[in-house]
């Protein structure tokens, strides 16, 4: 049964631009942002326009005996579990017929919002007085009993969802929690991917969350460079345009349901498409530094497309990383000009980040899904922002404007520092 297929029989989403599936895409065929402006005086750009999520309410139905364990669980990973919940609320109650055994779940977590001490700020303000010369020891521990969260280490854990959602889906099959910076989302796709195909299990959820919106995670990512300074609001998020300064940073939570064929045709399930294929290695580059590798993507997309057995004529289009750095954003369009010039085919290319912020780890999973819900329309996604590309790469088929294909898969790739990519193929049915 090696080599199975694999279906997607359940999506969740949750992100600035919408609170479900079907919210995020209609937005985002209206070419809107979530991104917003939250003033604050004398604050840098990327402290003030983000991609914030209003609205984010907890699932209701959780059983008593683990309810509990949710005040372990920060805002990102809060915001992952409400996407879980969507996705399962299409599987139905046949999912029971799935063995535990037979049940995976990969949890990707790019979440920053527990990097620091920002939550002893009110303890030491209390402890130091005006001047904040001294500290009375004393104070602080008074302080510390009712302003801080007695829970603060077990927040800052990157595998508290992985534990609570096991217990939550009864998933007792081959799982891992993955922390990182992107591509980890597509890794947690094509951990989920493989563990079906390769029949270690059933059903899988590729779930991925991201807070990246408060303070010292912003200035901690400011200091290697990569984000916008913002100097024309929201739209300054502007992936592959020969303007682009870095990304805007945003928050969010993503989650596929991985399934057998076999299995979702037994249990009736309903069948949204299909992932062909994935690729993931790592580019190494000379010298010190964080570095970007001239193609960094270009060998995942190589491996992706050989493992699904499609070739540039299947694409409907390209959906690159597209964080909007100089460097990365180059890189990328290199890799796909070398891989797809060559075969004398150049499909569409479409970067998403722009309509949410850079959701971390969720960016690859929403990003898939977003994919889906256009194919499934025939619309090829605007590059929200893009009006001018670099010199070097004019021949390529960026646009800001939505444009049309029939065609039914497409690419997803996503590269993170130190080289890593990660690509895979899905198909609409």
């Not at 969720?362 to 899904?369: F, G, H, L, M, Y």
């Amino acid at each position: 049964m090696d080599g199975r297929d694999v279906v997607i029989t359940g999506m969740g989403l949750i992100s600035p631009l919408g609170g479900t599936v079907a919210e995020n895409w209609e937005n985002m065929k209206a070419l809107r942002t979530g991104i917003g402006y939250y003033p604050r005086e004398n604050a840098p750009g990327y402290l003030q326009y983000l991609g914030k999520i209003q609205a984010a309410q907890a699932p209701a139905d959780i059983p008593a005996k683990i309810a509990g364990q949710m005040k372990f669980l920060n805002r990102g990973a809060m915001l992952g579990l409400i996407s879980a919940e969507e996705a399962l609320g299409g599987l139905g109650p046949s999912l029971a017929d799935v063995p535990p055994s037979r049940r995976s779940l990969y949890v990707a977590s790019g979440d920053f919002s527990k990097v620091g001490y920002d939550f002893l700020y009110p303890a030491i303000k209390d402890a130091s007085g005006d001047d904040w010369r001294e500290l009375d020891h004393e104070k602080l521990n008074d302080s510390a009993l009712s302003k801080v969260n007695p829970f603060f280490l077990l927040e800052s854990l990157s595998n508290n969802l992985f534990s609570f959602m096991s217990a939550y889906l009864e998933s007792m099959g081959p799982g891992t929690s993955l922390a990182s910076l992107s591509p980890c989302g597509g890794n947690a796709i094509e951990l989920a991917f493989r563990s079906i195909r390769h029949n270690r299990a059933d059903i899988a959820f590729a779930v991925g969350y991201c807070n990246w919106t408060s303070d010292v995670p912003l200035y901690e990512v400011d200091g290697l460079g990569i984000l916008s300074k913002c100097r024309e609001g929201a739209s300054s998020f502007r992936p592959f345009d020969r303007r682009r300064d870095g990304f805007i940073a945003g928050e969010g939570g993503a989650t596929l349901v991985l399934e057998s064929a076999e299995s979702a045709r037994k249990r009736g399930a309903s069948i949204t498409g299909r992932l062909r294929g994935s690729g993931n290695c790592i580019e190494f580059t000379s010298g010190s530094g964080l570095r970007v590798p001239r193609m960094v993507s270009k060998r995942s997309m190589e491996l992706a497309m050989a493992d699904a057995g499609c070739g540039p004529h299947d694409l409907a289009f390209i959906s690159p990383h597209g964080s909007g750095t100089l460097k990365g954003d180059a890189s990328e369009l290199m890799s796909i000009a070398e891989l797809f010039q060559k075969q004398g085919v150049m499909p569409p290319v479409s970067g998403m980040k722009g309509y949410t912020g850079h959701l971390g780890a969720a960016s690859d999973i929403a990003e898939v899904i977003m994919g889906i819900s256009a194919v499934r329309e025939n619309i090829v996604p605007a590059t929200l922002n893009f009006s001018e590309p670099d010199r070097s790469f004019a021949a390529l088929k960026v646009s800001g404007d939505h444009q049309t294909s029939g065609k039914k898969c497409f690419l997803s790739t996503s590269y993170g520092v130190g080289g890593q990519s990660s690509s895979v193929i899905a198909e609409v049915y």
